[in-house]
């Protein structure tokens, strides 16, 4: 059996996706800032794309900017809302992806702004009154927070964060990668002025992103060249990408109810069955519990094992299941995950973490238990 758990790394493309991508590779391949009608129709599409989207987060077009991915519309809103908005000072967490993180280390480093990273428990959760004294000392400041980790699943509460951010006037950027597609966004009313997807993430095109900025928060382009974007991002448009992702949002939006169900079913059997068969299994972050953490996220920590130790993810490869040790592009560094290392978490644990999305399957978790319980009884 070949086992795909690591969905938040990336997901498999919905057939309907690359349907609609295809003529876009094909007949209407007319560069869309062309005014002939090769390239009148490619813009068009992408215009069409931009609506969709827009539409599906209650934003308006103008709001929406095509990139490259999660990373480049992370730089984007930190770099550029920044130097725009006159900031000096932000405020983030140790548990943010690498294209928040380093981000903001480098324009740190640069001396372009003070850093304040705010203090996460063993369980992964700010608080929220650490947040508030920062913002009180420091009132234009830039707020980074992810809506959910990555790794851990937590999810933050942006309708909070986001009114404490607005009562003191700071620019609130969130890293939404690993909510886009699988919980609904309504832009008009949630007190974000920055956030960002990835097409790869929920069933769309890799390479694929883009960018949310609220219209009174506009910024300057981090990418110069043409006029394409509003004159926000130069270069050629990634026209497939742009297709792919629009489409990949409009079926995430068609089923989003639907498709919780059934991954929220897959990662409650997952804890019942880990938590029945494997003596001394804990679950890292909040991931084990389903009000409080992103339903497609699971993240395990196993007993010590002599056996397994540096090797559980090997051994379950070669058991045909895929799941990662923390966000994928680390997991092939020796480095081990910043997120758990924040959280003190015991590095005589191995940790898994496994992912899931719509086209995975409860026989999938029984299957992926069993293989665990065989690898954890070597050692008894
Ligand atoms: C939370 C988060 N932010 C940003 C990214 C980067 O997104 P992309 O791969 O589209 O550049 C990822 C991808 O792993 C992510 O999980």
């Known amino acids: 059996m070949?086992?795909?758990?690591?969905?938040?790394?990336?997901?498999?493309?919905?057939?309907?996706?690359?349907?609609?991508?295809?003529?876009?590779?094909?007949?209407?391949?007319?560069?869309?800032?062309?005014?002939?009608?090769?390239?009148?129709e490619v813009r068009n599409a992408i215009e069409k794309s931009r609506k969709k989207v827009a539409e599906l987060l209650n934003a308006t077009p103008s709001e929406i900017f095509f990139t490259s991915g999660g990373t480049e519309a992370?730089?984007?809103?930190?770099?550029?809302?920044?130097?725009?908005?006159?900031?000096?000072?932000?405020?983030?967490?140790?548990?943010?992806?690498?294209?928040?993180?380093?981000?903001?280390e480098v324009l740190e480093k640069k001396g372009k702004i003070k850093l304040s990273l705010l203090d996460v428990n063993s369980k992964g959760e700010i608080d929220h009154g650490q947040l508030e004294?920062?913002?009180?000392?420091?009132?234009?400041?830039?707020?980074?927070?992810?809506?959910?980790?990555?790794?851990?699943?937590?999810?933050?509460?942006?309708?909070k964060i986001g009114g404490l951010v607005k009562?003191?006037?700071?620019?609130?950027?969130?890293?939404?990668?690993?909510?886009?597609?699988?919980y609904s966004h309504d832009l008009k009313n949630l007190s974000v002025d920055a956030i960002v997807a990835g097409g790869h993430k929920f069933h769309g095109p890799k390479g694929s992103g883009f960018l949310f900025v609220r219209k009174d928060k506009k910024i300057h382009p981090f990418i110069h060249g043409g006029a394409q974007e509003r004159n926000m991002r130069g270069g050629t448009e990634n026209v497939i990408g742009i297709i792919g992702i629009a489409k990949a949002l409009e079926l995430a939006y068609e089923d989003m109810a639907s498709h919780q169900a059934h991954?929220?079913?897959?990662?409650?059997?997952?804890?019942?069955?880990?938590?029945?068969?494997i003596p001394g299994v804990e679950f890292n972050g909040l991931s084990a519990d389903l009000g409080k953490s992103l339903y497609t996220v699971l993240n395990v920590s196993l007993p010590p094992s002599e056996a397994n130790r540096g090797m559980l993810l090997f051994n379950l490869d070669l058991e045909g299941i895929s799941a990662s040790g923390g966000s994928a592009c680390s997991s092939g560094a020796t480095v081990g995950s910043h997120v758990l290392r924040a959280l003190n978490h015991n590095p005589e644990r191995d940790s898994v973490r496994f992912s899931f999305s719509r086209f995975n399957t409860v026989e999938e978790v029984d299957y992926t238990v069993e293989k665990l319980k065989e690898l954890y009884a070597v050692e008894a």
């Open 2 to 40: 070949k086992v795909y758990f690591d969905n938040a790394a990336t997901t498999a493309m919905d057939d309907r996706v690359i349907e609609a991508m295809l003529p876009f590779m094909r007949s209407h391949f007319g560069n869309p800032s062309s005014v002939h009608s090769h390239g009148r």
């Open 263 to 277: 991954i929220e079913k897959i990662k409650a059997h997952f804890i019942e069955k880990l938590s029945q068969e």
């Open 74 to 104: 992370d730089n984007t809103a930190l770099v550029c809302g920044v130097e725009t908005h006159g900031i000096t000072h932000a405020i983030s967490s140790p548990i943010e992806h690498h294209a928040v993180l380093h981000t903001l």
């Open 133 to 159: 004294k920062l913002l009180k000392a420091n009132p234009n400041s830039l707020v980074s927070l992810m809506q959910a980790n990555n790794e851990i699943g937590n999810l933050n509460d942006l309708e």
């Open 167 to 182: 009562e003191y006037g700071a620019f609130f950027h969130s890293d939404t990668v690993q909510t886009m597609g699988h």
